[in-house]
């Protein structure tokens, strides 16, 4: 089974991202928090992985030619979405889990698309507090408070790309993606029926599995998103983004960056090059790695200087994205 495996910087010069809750308890003022981890080092901002997610979502939904499965809510607060993975973007790429009240199959499908927490790459002393106030009308202003941070947070992805595209129908959590009247659609559409030990699956093209894939990673590449956009004007398009083909889930790419004396992120030629002498036999694709101009250029020749049998490719985030597409177009053996 092929990953399609990365790395992904957001720097955040001056931001609260993602909010926690507000705390009025013997405070002065109200104070919006901003979520973070106290440690004996020091506080960490985060982003969590379902902030993320929805930053992604929300910049899928701008684009073309992508459907998005439709919302049900019942009156006890239970939702879910179509559970329908054959039809829509969404509920294959990003799983689901679809229990009506009172009866009816429960489906599940483990997400082919893994997010970790978005978190500092280098711990800081403290949280900023901004002041501001609510001062449209013609009393005395109403004062708050929030919290704000400059940092680059790290982050890890995953895109299982055996399960991407391919539907199970099999008495398993997470395994039972289709029931009996979305077989029926897959039959009708001409999926590819395949068996993996007593389990039965369905398949997309690798055409279709590969669009799907290419608007993923479309969708990252023009990531927008955050808290406090209005305040804190933050481009959360990834700084920088190292991604390649392997044959295992893990992220072998995690320690590749660090913070410097400065907290700044550096690429670390001496972790790189052993990846790619311990992990040679798990890389399936040339190294892309996404690094724009004006950022951290002093890194670039640490970059190029690394070798690879099949090649790093280093070039504008979106051009790399662009460029696995091509790969996996190239090699569809991957998908299987």
């Known amino acids: ?65 992508i459907l998005f499965s439709p919302i049900e809510k019942e009156k006890n607060s239970v939702a879910y979405t179509s559970a329908n993975p054959i039809e829509y973007f969404d509920d294959d790429i990003l799983g689901y889990m679809r229990a009506k009240t009172g009866g009816g199959s429960t489906l ?44 680059t947070l790290k982050g890890l992805v995953s895109l299982d790309l055996y399960s991407s595209g391919r ?45 799907r894939i290419n608007a993923l990673l479309k969708g990252i590449a023009n990531l927008e998103g955050g808290a406090k956009q209005t305040l804190h004007y933050t481009d959360v398009n990834p700084a920088f983004i190292i991604m390649a083909v392997t044959k295992g889930g ?26 790619l002498s311990v992990y040679k036999e798990e890389i399936l694709s040339p190294i892309y790695i996404g690094l724009p101009k004006g950022y951290i250029d002093s890194q670039k020749p640490i970059i ?17 994205m662009a460029d696995i597409v091509e790969y996996l177009n190239s090699k569809p053996e991957l998908l299987d």
């Open 167 to 211: 539907f199970w129908a099999t008495e398993r959590t997470g395994f039972k993606n289709l029931d009996e009247e979305r077989i029926k659609i897959a039959k009708e559409l001409g999926l590819e029926e395949g068996q993996k030990g007593n389990a039965t699956f369905y398949k997309l093209s690798n055409k279709e599995r590969i669009n």
């Open 1 to 65: 089974m092929s990953f399609l495996t990365g790395l992904i910087l957001v720097d955040a010069p001056a931001s609260a991202l993602n909010n926690a809750e507000t705390d009025s308890n013997g405070r002065e003022f109200p104070l919006t928090n901003t979520k973070h981890i106290r440690t004996k080092e020091g506080i960490f901002p985060y982003v969590s992985a379902q902030a993320f997610r929805y930053w992604l979502r929300c910049s899928l939904e701008k684009a073309e030619n």
């Open 108 to 151: 599940t499908r483990i997400s082919p698309f893994r997010t970790s927490t978005f978190i500092a790459l280098d711990p800081i002393s403290r949280l900023t507090e901004d002041l501001g106030t609510m001062s449209r009308h013609n009393d005395n202003p109403v004062p708050f408070k929030h919290q704000l941070y400059r940092t």
């Open 304 to 320: 190029e200087s690394c070798f690879w049998k099949d090649g790093i490719i280093l070039k504008h985030p979106k051009e790399i």
């Open 250 to 275: 893990n992220n072998i790419f995690n320690r590749t960056i660090q913070p410097d004396s400065k907290g700044l992120p550096v690429f670390n030629k001496e972790v790189m090059d052993e990846v």
